[in-house]
């Protein structure tokens, strides 16, 4: 077999080629890292930016918060704190007229459905007034109306039908009370029946409430 031999200059440009190819893939290896963890950086920088951004947001819708809470305090006291309430009434007396102005509000309109309070206020009203109660109906419509995942901003109705007996002037009165209820009520259908003295009264109406605001405190996800 023929022997193979190689020149000390053939070695030494071997050894230099190694060398080159060995320099030429760690600066490859490097210049891709660099260019990885820079990409990295900048996208981890960005984030932050936003996530500072969002900070900065947060707390000044935080002051303006707290500023209004001060300045509705200040409005609420001065709303319940007057010697006569809107209606004419003592705000440190209970009666049909007295209260506050915040309870004569949530007498006015309630923040909930609640038929079965509606049915109490109306059998108190016309029992003070010596009228036969014969029915009270209408819908217990509570829970479809709390399980709504939005609150309307507007006032919601609540029918109701109730039948009454008396005489026809004293009849006619009932129709006041209801003019002058500090809740609104609006009669849809009225039908009588019977003579002067004894007289049926058939009435089909609707009050209403507004759901109450809710403080809906939620998180963001910065991406």
């Known amino acids: 077999m023929p022997k ?3 020149s000390a200059k053939r070695l030494q440009i071997n050894k230099e080629n190694t060398r080159t190819v060995a320099a030429i893939s760690l600066a490859a290896i490097l210049t891709t890292f660099s260019l990885v963890a820079s990409n990295a950086l900048l996208s981890q920088r960005s984030y932050q930016a936003r996530v500072i951004s969002e900070k900065e947001k947060a707390a000044r819708q935080l002051e303006d918060n707290l500023e209004n809470i001060k300045n509705l305090r200040d409005s609420y006291l001065v709303f319940v704190g007057t010697v006569q309430n809107i209606i004419g009434g003592d705000p440190k007396l209970n009666g049909d007229r007295n209260g506050d102005n915040a309870k004569i ?6 923040s909930k459905y609640d038929f079965p309070a509606l049915a109490s206020s109306l059998e108190k009203l016309l029992d003070e007034r010596n009228f036969g109660v014969e029915s009270i109906a209408g819908t217990d419509d509570e829970l479809s109306q709390t399980s709504q ?4 901003p507007l006032a919601v109705e609540i029918p109701f039908e ?38 049926r009264l058939s009435i089909s109406a609707k009050t ?12 963001k996800e910065i991406k």
């Open 149 to 152: 995942t939005s609150p309307s």
């Open 162 to 199: 109730l039948t009454v007996n008396s005489n026809y002037n004293s009849l006619k009165s009932l129709i006041e009370v209801f003019e002058l209820s500090i809740r609104p009520m609006h009669i849809t259908a009225l039908t009588l029946s019977g003579n002067n003295e004894a007289t």
């Open 4 to 6: 193979i031999t190689f």
């Open 105 to 110: 509000i949530l007498d006015a309109l309630p």
């Open 208 to 219: 209403y409430y507004q759901p109450a605001k809710n403080l809906d405190i939620t998180t």
